[in-house]
Nanobody
């Protein structure tokens, strides 16, 4: 299985910046996609940004131009640089992994979620 450990959330004023990190560990065979989703109170979880193994990013329209996703393949880590934060960015941010993990005889494709990190933007 794959474990995701997130860090970097916190409280920031509107217009400020935060950087989230997510490190994947465990019996990783292959990472296809890593990224971030978020869930605000009373709302459904939504995609924020993801990045493929070849470095191709995808962003939600609401964060384009403000957030930047990157990854360090050697460290199995993905980062989310969040600039010009707005109160509507307040949510729990979840790291997401899609790929394959080793089993006793081969590998199996699967997905994992982190426990989430709170981001609060005050107005």
């Amino acid at each position: 299985q794959v474990t995701l450990v997130e860090s970097g959330g916190g409280l920031v004023q509107s217009g400020g910046s935060l950087r989230l990190s997510c490190a994947a560990s465990g019996s990783i065979f292959r990472i296809d996609v890593m990224g971030w989703y978020r869930q605000a109170p009373e709302k459904q979880r939504e995609l924020v940004a993801i990045i493929t193994s070849d470095g191709t990013p995808t962003y939600a329209d609401s964060v384009k131009g403000r957030f930047t996703i990157s990854r360090d393949n050697a460290k199995n880590t993905v980062y989310l640089q969040m600039n010009s934060l707005k109160p509507e960015d307040t949510a729990v941010y979840y790291c997401h992994f899609e790929g394959a993990y080793l089993t006793s005889i081969s590998y199996r494709t699967g997905a994992s979620w982190g426990q989430g990190t709170q981001v609060t933007v005050s107005s």
